[in-house]
T-cell receptor
Framework: ETGVTQSPTHLIKTRGQQVTLRCSSQSGHNTVSWYQQALGQGPQFIFQYYREEENGRGNFPPRFSGLQFPNYSSELNVNALELDDSALYLC????????????FGNGTRLTVT | GEDVEQSLFLSVREGDSSVINCTYTDSSSTYLYWYKQEPGAGLQLLTYIFSNMDMKQDQRLTVLLNKKDKHLSLRIADTQTGDSAIYFCAESIMDNAGNMLTFGGGTRLMVKP
């Protein structure tokens, strides 16, 4: 069984730039969620995708956007990067049934300078 | 509102039991989760419990849920140095946002040989 994989593992960007992070779901999972984890804090929910549509969003501005593809892989796009966007971005996949646990990838460490 | 709180730090000796505590505020929580995060890694699902249960045991792990007090605990028996990590509890609220998780700030467990 292939787990959740994310790319790249590390990324350095400059303030104002745009970034795309990628995620492949665990096999058998068709729901993908993205979380932002700032240093020393717990993860914060960004949004969730199911059947290629966003079906839930946390308290993040519209410059955070995403996509889910027919093979259930996903992208997180962040425009107009700010210094506070520096964080570990975690992708998680799950089955669509309520209560199905989320399985996380190892994350992408984004540094904005 | 949603708020999950954990103590910041716990230190135990190898072979002792560890108990990590968590409180949550939303009475509509239906599933509660424990995740482990090692340095530089993503979140590893340890166990989870449905809110109509009060206890769940899985090998060295025991989860206790006091729904009246909104208190969740994770007991690790015979704690090993490999258990040193940050432990997060999370609650899932079944609303239109799908299976969104709200995480606590994490408890850093240090196991001394």
């Amino acid at each position: 069984e292939t787990g959740v994989t994310q790319s790249p593992t590390h990324l350095i960007k400059t303030r104002g730039q745009q970034v795309t992070l990628r995620c492949s779901s665990q096999s058998g999972h068709n729901t993908v969620s993205w979380y932002q984890q700032a240093l020393g804090q717990g993860p914060q929910f960004i949004f969730q995708y199911y059947r290629e549509e966003e079906n839930g969003r946390g308290n993040f501005p519209p410059r955070f956007s995403g996509l889910q593809f027919p093979n259930y892989s996903s992208e997180l796009n962040v425009n107009a990067l700010e210094l506070d966007d520096s964080a570990l971005y975690l992708c998680a996949s799950s089955r669509p049934e309520r209560g199905s646990p989320l399985h996380f990838g190892n994350g992408t460490r984004l540094t904005v300078t | 509102g949603e708020d999950v709180e954990q103590s910041l730090f716990l230190s135990v000796r190898e072979g002792d039991s560890s108990v990590i505590n968590c409180t949550y505020t939303d009475s509509s929580s239906t599933y509660l989760y424990w995740y482990k995060q090692e340095p530089g890694a993503g979140l590893q699902l340890l166990t989870y419990i449905f809110s109509n249960m009060d206890m769940k045991q899985d090998q060295r792990l025991t989860v206790l849920l006091n729904k009246k007090d909104k208190h969740l605990s994770l007991r690790i028996a015979d704690t090993q140095t490999g258990d040193s990590a940050i432990y997060f509890c999370a609650e899932s609220i079944m609303d239109n946002a799908g299976n969104m998780l709200t995480f606590g700030g994490g408890t850093r467990l240090m196991v001394k040989p």
